[in-house]
């Protein structure tokens, strides 16, 4: 079974944690994810590190829950929505002599994710939906270019016809093509916004 540290799932253990404010208790419950990711990392045994990026109401749970639970590892789920978390995240793994492995969640349709987020229990503001998809789209490009031995999982979220959400990996013949590809998934945030406008 997976070593798994989730900073959503640490909210819900904090003093006056309601779903309704799950944006005030952020920074709290990340701070205290990456302090049990710097323990882990010191004394947990498993070799592979798994740092699951994506924005806001991807897929990312569902993924880790139906795919990854059951691997020996250790998994930080995160939006990895800045280079700088990336870079000193992947810089302890390799620090700790372990593997860091990426697997990020693209929701194959931006407009339906933003809806998820609308309606989940946990609130954040609409920013927050820009800022990770946006940001983690970003800094995925980056680990991408900066680290080439780093193994890089492009997973693709979708609906079926009866709703239910499915995953499909995305593969590629060489880091060019990966490379390429991200290039090609780059957004803003103000081209996210442009996107989804017609919702609200």
Same mark, same amino acid.
């Given at each position: 079974?997976?070593? /798994? &540290? ?7 253990? *904090? ?9 005030? !208790? ?10 049990? +990711?710097? @323990? ?9 590190? &798994?740092? #699951? ?14 795919? *990854? ?5 250790? &998994? ?7 280079? *700088?978390?990336?870079?000193?995240? $992947? ?7 372990? /593997?860091?492995? $990426? ?10 994710? !933003?809806?998820?987020? *609308? ?18 789209? @970003?800094?995925? #490009?980056? /680990? ?10 492009? $997973? ?8 239910? #959400? ?5 593969? +590629? ?28």
């Amino acid at each position: 079974m997976a070593y /798994i &540290i989730s900073a959503d799932e640490i909210k819900k253990k *904090l003093p006056n944690y309601s779903p309704d404010k799950a944006e005030k !208790f952020h920074h709290e419950s990340a701070a205290k994810a990456d302090k049990l +990711f710097t @323990k882990a990392l010191k004394e947990n045994s498993y070799k592979n590190v &798994i740092l #699951l990026s994506g924005g806001t109401a991807s897929g990312k749970t569902e993924f880790l829950v139906t795919q *990854l639970s059951n691997k020996k590892c250790i &998994i930080m789920d995160a939006t990895l929505s800045t280079e *700088l978390g990336a870079k000193n995240k $992947i810089r302890q793994i390799i620090k700790a002599k372990k /593997i860091p492995i $990426i697997y990020t969640v693209i929701p194959d349709d931006l407009k339906r994710a !933003f809806i998820a987020f *609308l309606n989940r229990d946990r609130k954040f503001s609409d920013s927050h939906f820009y800022k990770t998809h946006s940001g983690s789209r @970003k800094t995925l #490009l980056w /680990i991408a270019s900066n680290y080439p031995n780093v193994a890089i999982n492009i $997973i693709e979220s979708s609906y079926t016809s009866d709703q239910q #959400l499915q995953f499909s990996q995305i593969k +590629f013949d060489n880091r060019r093509k990966l490379i390429k590809y991200l290039n090609d998934k780059q957004m803003t945030e103000s081209d996210i916004i442009s996107g989804i406008s017609i919702i609200k």
